[in-house]
């Protein structure tokens, strides 16, 4: 079955940390890769996305991700974590035109 | 990047009656949106898919005719609530693809409906 898993509902670091969020997808084909930030009662952010050509796709805000076909994985990176950052992220995937899914979504906490 | 509008961003209602929400796309015409339901700390839940001109697409279990679609125009679909409940109450949000980067959606604000 076609879905987007982020295995972490989630996650806690201190302030200048790194981070880094899951995740995974099944479908038939490659396709289109998205991550999203939400703050609370607001829309969604793009953050990056990756159609094709270079699996290393940086963003805005600092954030990287890595396409690793092999594995089904899109994980989301930052080297350094501000308090700003504190916020919902929804990994999501796109297989046409008229599909776009999302996952469970990833809540982040930074501490002080 | 694109302008989604989407309006109100909060609004409550009493039970029974209707309500309606508007999502605009600014500086680039949709031709086609999408409206999502999202519950508290929960992702994003796909309601219908809409093309302007035709009528919208629904996902499986979501009632029709309690949430009337209508994408009139290349930059503007609404969606209407009727007979609401509180059991309506969430948070919805429109996303639209189109102009030159179709590839994209670009999301609205969210409204946040809650139903007395």
């Known amino acids: 079955a076609q879905s987007v898993t982020q295995p972490d509902i989630h996650i806690t670091v201190s302030e200048g940390a790194s981070l880094e969020l899951r995740c995974n997808y099944s479908?038939?084909?490659?396709?289109?890769l998205f991550w999203y930030v939400q703050s609370p009662g607001q829309g969604l952010q793009l953050l990056l996305k990756?159609?094709?050509?270079?699996?290393l796709v940086q963003g805005i805000k600092g954030f990287e991700a890595e396409f690793k076909r092999s594995q089904s994985s899109f994980n989301l990176r930052k080297p350094s974590v501000h308090w700003s950052d504190a916020a919902e992220y929804f990994c999501a995937v796109g297989l046409n035109n008229n599909d776009m899914r999302f996952g469970a979504g990833t809540r982040l906490t930074v501490k002080p | 990047g694109a302008v989604v509008s989407q309006h109100p961003s909060r609004v409550i209602c009493k039970s029974g009656t209707s309500v309606k929400i508007e999502c605009r796309s600014l500086?680039?015409?949709?031709?086609?949106m999408f409206w999502y339901r999202q519950f508290p700390k929960k992702s994003l839940m796909l309601m219908a898919t809409?093309?302007?001109?035709?009528?919208?697409?629904?996902e499986q279990g979501v009632e029709k005719d309690k949430f009337l679609i209508n994408h009139a125009s290349l930059t503007l679909s609404t969606l209407t609530v009727t007979s609401a409940h509180p059991e309506d109450s969430s948070f919805y949000i429109c996303?639209?693809?189109?102009?030159?980067?179709?590839?994209?959606?670009?999301f609205g604000q969210g409204t946040r409906l809650t139903v007395v």
């Open positions: 809409s093309n302007e001109g035709s009528k919208a697409t629904y």
């Open positions: 500086d680039f015409q949709a031709t086609t």
């Open positions: 996303s639209a693809r189109g102009g030159q980067d179709y590839t994209e959606a670009f």
């Open positions: 479908y038939g084909a490659t396709p289109y």
């Open positions: 990756y159609f094709s050509g270079d699996t």
